[in-house]
């Protein structure tokens, strides 16, 4: 078990804080750019000790959120403060996600339009 400090108030985990931030920068790092291949996350970790369940949805804006992270033990029982915690550390990670995607979408929309405007001089 392993105490961590979540604003300042100290949660007790099941898991280490470097596991729980291995297993957010694991989902994060696998988010595709193109949202039609978001699939939730469902897998065993860690030799088959934690089961590690994210669901995604997508927003109107074409935002990814988080509308549920949960880590499982081997019995299929919630560790409920191991899953808050993963969900504190995997937000911010997903925000920079939509962010550089955003960025990405833009500067395409940006080349695309200064090819046009070439083709026509």
Do not use: K
Request: hydrophobic letters at 40%; proline letters at 3%.
């Amino acid at each position: 078990m392993g105490a961590q400090h979540l604003n300042p108030v100290p949660i007790m985990c099941q898991l280490t804080q470097w596991q729980i931030q291995h297993l957010a920068t694991h989902v994060a790092d696998n988010l595709p750019f193109r949202l039609d291949e978001l699939e939730d996350v469902d897998q065993l970790m860690f030799g088959d000790s934690i089961r590690l369940c994210v669901d995604f949805d997508v927003d109107a804006l074409n935002n990814v959120t988080v509308s549920e992270a949960e880590i499982l033990d081997r019995d299929w029982d919630i560790l409920h403060t191991d899953s808050f915690a993963l969900l504190h550390y995997l937000e911010p990670m997903v925000e920079r996600y939509n962010l550089y995607r955003q960025q990405a979408v833009a500067q395409c929309r940006d080349v695309q339009y200064e090819t046009q405007q070439g083709r026509y001089f």
